[in-house]
């Protein structure tokens, strides 16, 4: 099993492009996520979806839109990038609602110049 | 609203000077306490779940134990490879299923 995939991994943005963070798991887990990390900060969770068809806004949603057509594909979208989007995104998965461990991707490093 | 702390912000020791990292956690019903190891230029990667206080767990050098309102990381003779960042997290059980995390504590073991 290859677990959670993303692309791209590195890339850059001018302000008010988009573009689409791609990320994949081959565990047929319900359960995704994406999350920020900023320099000496903790994750933060964006959005998440329990299934396909469903999501749900995280802590910082502001920004973002994400789709769940399929259970394996969690795409997440940046309308509009602006500096405060520069960040590395991580996309997680998980075969539980709540005290299950979550599998994580390798990260896509975004700047947003 | 739930909250991560973790300390110190970063440790240097020497291989073999076993040491201990900090949790400290607030959550309203604790569902779990998670910790993570992330290395450099990757995602995090699990390492236990703790579910309740007095409840420990290890696996190698690590051990993990947790309290009402911390839970610690001890780490025993530890050597170069285990340097990496540690991550705490906590579920509670308002706020749906959001798992919060901390910044994280980054962990130098010298040879």
């Known amino acids: 099993n290859a677990g959670v995939t993303q692309t791209p991994k590195f890339r850059i943005l001018k302000i008010g492009q988009s573009m689409t963070l791609q990320c994949t798991q081959d565990?047929?887990?319900?359960?995704m996520y994406w999350y920020r990390q900023d320099p000496g900060m903790g994750l933060k969770l964006i959005y998440y979806s329990v299934g396909a068809g469903i999501t749900d806004k995280g802590e910082v949603p502001n920004g973002y839109n994400v789709s769940r057509s399929t259970t394996e594909d969690f795409p997440l979208r940046l309308e509009l990038a602006a500096p405060s989007q520069t960040s590395v995104y991580f996309c997680?998965?998980?075969?539980?609602?709540?005290?299950?461990?979550?599998?994580f991707g390798p990260g896509t490093r975004l700047t947003v110049l | 609203e739930d909250q991560v702390t973790q300390s110190p912000e970063a440790l240097r020791l020497q291989e073999g000077e076993s040491s201990s990292l900090n949790c400290s956690y607030t959550v309203s019903g604790l569902r779990g306490l998670f910790w993570y190891r992330q290395d450099p230029g990757k995602g995090p990667e699990f390492l236990f779940t703790?579910?309740?206080a007095g409840e420990e767990k290890e696996k190698e050098r690590l051990k993990a134990t947790l309290t009402k309102k911390e839970s610690f990381l001890h780490i025993t003779a530890p050597k170069p490879e285990d340097s990496a960042t540690y991550l705490c997290?906590?579920?509670?059980?308002?706020?749906?299923?959001?798992?919060?995390f901390g910044a994280g504590t980054r962990l130098f073991v010298k040879a």
């Open positions: 565990m047929n887990h319900n359960y």
């Open positions: 703790l579910y309740s």
């Open positions: 997290a906590v579920q509670g059980n308002t706020g749906g299923f959001k798992t919060i």
């Open positions: 997680a998965s998980s075969s539980g609602r709540a005290f299950y461990e979550q599998f």
